[in-house]
């Protein structure tokens, strides 16, 4: 079964730094490419970063991100450990949300999420 648990949020100033941590279960791991999204209060769900599965050859860089954390947000993975990150920089309080790591391969399937709130 997949599961995807999400962990490493909590309360940071502006300005801040979190990492966050999703561990999968259910598949293989390397094989799938992966995205991480949020979704702050009253607002729809939205793509955040994004990273290719192992083994795939690109032309471009094997990471992308929405043109709001591009260059403060870093996605990685540990395929050994079958765990995806999001390294958070410099955050700001409307980047308070859930946030949540998704499978390319089994985008219907979303874990509970880590709450990230910003504050001072």
């Known amino acids: 079964q997949v599961h995807f648990v999400e962990s490493g949020g909590g309360l940071v100033k502006p300005g801040g730094s979190l990492r966050l941590s999703c561990v999968v279960s259910g598949f293989t791991f390397s094989t799938s490419a992966m995205s991480w999204h949020r979704q702050a209060p009253g607002k729809e769900r939205e793509f955040v970063a994004g990273?290719?599965?192992?083994?795939?050859?690109?032309?471009?860089?094997?990471?992308h991100y929405s043109d709001s954390v591009k260059g403060r947000f870093t996605v990685s993975r540990d395929n050994d450990k079958n765990t995806l990150y999001l390294q958070m920089n410099n955050l700001t309080p409307d980047e308070t949300a859930i946030y949540y790591c998704?499978?390319?391969?089994?985008?219907?399937?979303w874990g509970q999420g880590t709450q990230v709130t910003v504050a001072s």
């Open positions: 990273i290719t599965s192992a083994g795939v050859l690109t032309t471009g860089s094997p990471t």
């Open positions: 998704k499978s390319t391969r089994y985008s219907e399937y």
